[in-house]
């Protein structure tokens, strides 16, 4: 099973699958087409957006497992 870290960047979590959009988007990031998108890690964007990563993370996490 593919697990997503807060180091991965959000095009790589989209990689593994492009089910974990809607959850991105849940969470208020909308930018999942952005420079930083590949650029930053998922916990740096969850602080530029004011998100907890830690539960960002589980959400993805737990869709993963869903599967």
């Known amino acids: 099973m593919a ?3 807060k180091e991965m960047t959000i095009a790589e979590a989209l990689r593994l699958d492009r089910g974990t959009a809607p959850i991105f988007m849940q969470f208020g990031m909308y930018c999942l ?3 930083s998108a590949s650029g930053e890690s ?3 964007a969850a602080a530029v957006h004011g998100i907890d990563a830690d539960a960002l993370i ?3 996490n737990d869709y993963l497992a869903g599967k």
């Open 3 to 5: 697990v997503i870290t």
């Open 33 to 35: 087409g952005c420079p």
């Open 42 to 44: 998922i916990e740096d």
């Open 58 to 60: 589980n959400a993805l």
